[in-house]
């Protein structure tokens, strides 16, 4: 969805960083967000071993996938769900619009799915004629606004309220210059009821599908999910195959991580279980691989499925706090957005997984315990045997080889480095290098450390 | 068909070694879930609560609250003289969009997190404890379990259409990260705890 192409991380990033005051709010509020994660967290002392279930579960599930997919499509079908399989992306959006068409529908309300915006539905289904209303808050918004959400917990945490207000001012047709969150989502919820009332067709994300029993669960705070579904004659309700999980029970220990991973609530406001389609309307569930099956395949990488879609990695990353989800270029951004993408795209995303210090706070608050920094640090070696580096950093890399294995070639460079930064530092501090964008100087040591030894010993 | 086939040969191809399923049972607490502990994170996240030892004291503190004028609808047969009109005869769902208030039963609380769990069965329509513009909804401290593990185990026997859990009032803080009451659904969410036994101690903690 409006991705460019040609930028990547580092340069998008850029943009972004243009307005430091938004960059600083920015990244304190996602802080923000992590310390109530934890405060939500240190209240129950066996959270611990509740990711450590979860993994396990999720573990499970992954090494039975087929079977499980198999009662789960079995249980749902006897439950009065019509199931659909999608090999990739266009499958998808194909049957979605079949389904529109066969309920003679030219318009759909759609609650938050992360898996659509994978797929570019929407943009789909513009060209197809039908019309698609986003109805959660923040999906809204950045609907009107023509950008991707930024972040897939809160999609416009980019945003700042002034701009919501001109959006609802040129969209929603309020007064100029509101800014008061409290008037925007009242006139976000009026707008949206009349269009939940006039929909006949819906589409649903799932976070959990039930293997045991056929039913799936969908979360939200806003309740836009159930106003959409309830209303709608037809439900379309979309999944990537790695929602599964084996039994019923086992969603007790995920409803218990996820929000508090997510936001520091202790459960979504509403956490609904879709078992039956109601008397005279329709359920249809589409299950789709696009790529899932390969990332499945690959060892090092098939753990980044176990992912419940909590954020708790994007709001506790360094690097995304302060270079913003667009930057990402993908549905998915942060840290676990860096290890899905390359599955898809290897050349487009190979800038990805070097968005990272590595610093592993990411894989600390994984409520499924998937090792994101390490999957990051393997993809580089991946992507650069695959030749996916860029020519700058591969020619980077040979000359550091050449300096490091050589103590004659070290020294000198240290001693030229140490001059240059005192006496010529515009030979660094210029726009050529990279590290130095939005980066004070760092003072220069009178001596190298061995120097220092050889004085002090 | 294809795609079903295509899909799941290839994940049976792909998938990793059997592992095995974790014991969960670990995480059950096995004791009653504590009243005081639900009412006070019901109350973290928006929602209100009342003490009540029976309905006629919530049909007064909702006539109280509401007056005769708003659009009362409760399945509930004990509420029927504060209902305004009878739901079961309505001629589509969408007759539902002005209510004001709809009280239902919930199965139970959870201490931990503030939810109620109401099925099916006890909302008459699925649309109403979402469309309506407040939600009451009737527990008995007797049914309250301490975490989501005692709620899954009270649920594992039974049947349903559609169930959901739900704590506090609908909300979103999708602008700023401001936290703004009443989305989507409804903009207050108040439960009755029913206790015959204790219901002033309750109320004085």
Known sequence: MNEQPNKDHATLALEFNRDEERVNWHDETLWWIRQKRDKAAHQLVEWESLREAASQIKNNVLSNLQNYLVQFEQNAVANGIEVHWAVDAAEHNKIVHRLINEAHATRLVKSKSMLTEECGLNEYLAQKGIEVIDSDLGERIVQLAKEPPSHIVLPCIHKKKEEIGELFHKHLGIEANISDPQFLTETARQHLRSVFLTRKVTLTGVNFAVAETGEFVICTNEGNADMGAHLADVHIASMGIEKIVPERKHLGVFLRLLTRSATGQPITTYSSHFKTPRDGKKIHIIIVDNGRTVQLGRKDFRNSLKCIRCAACMNTCPVYRRSGGHSYHTAVAGPIGSILAPNLDMEKYADLPFASTLCGSCSNVCPVKIDIHEQLYKWRQVLVKNGHAPTVKKAMMQVMTWTLSSPVLYHAAGKAGRWTIKHAPFAINNKFNPWYKQREMPASPALSFSDWYKRNK | ?205
């Open chain 2, 1 to 205: 068909m294809r795609s079903r086939e295509t899909i799941l040969s290839a994940v049976k191809a792909n998938q990793p070694a059997n592992t095995g399923l974790p014991d969960i049972s670990i995480f059950e607490k096995r004791v009653k879930g504590s009243a005081h502990k639900f009412a006070t994170t019901l109350k973290s996240v928006g929602g209100k609560i009342f003490y009540v030892t029976d309905y006629e004291e919530i049909s007064r503190i909702l006539l109280k609250q509401y007056g005769k004028e708003m659009r009362i609808v409760s399945p509930i047969i004990e509420l029927r003289d504060i209902r305004s009109d009878n739901p079961d005869t309505l001629d589509s769902i969408h007759q539902l969009q002005d209510v004001e208030l709809a009280v239902l039963k919930a199965h139970f609380g959870i201490a931990e997190n503030g939810a109620v769990w109401i099925t099916e069965d006890y909302m008459q329509y699925r649309i109403l404890p979402f469309i309506t513009q407040h939600l009451a909804v009737v527990i008995h401290a007797d049914d309250i379990v301490p975490t989501m593990h005692e709620a899954y185990e009270l649920i594992s026997k039974a049947t349903y259409g559609f169930g959901t859990f739900i704590a506090g009032p609908s909300k979103t803080a999708d602008i700023e990260q401001s936290l703004v009451i009443g989305a989507h659904g409804p903009r207050s969410m108040t439960v009755f705890i029913i206790n015959n036994n204790n219901a002033e101690e309750e109320s004085r903690r």
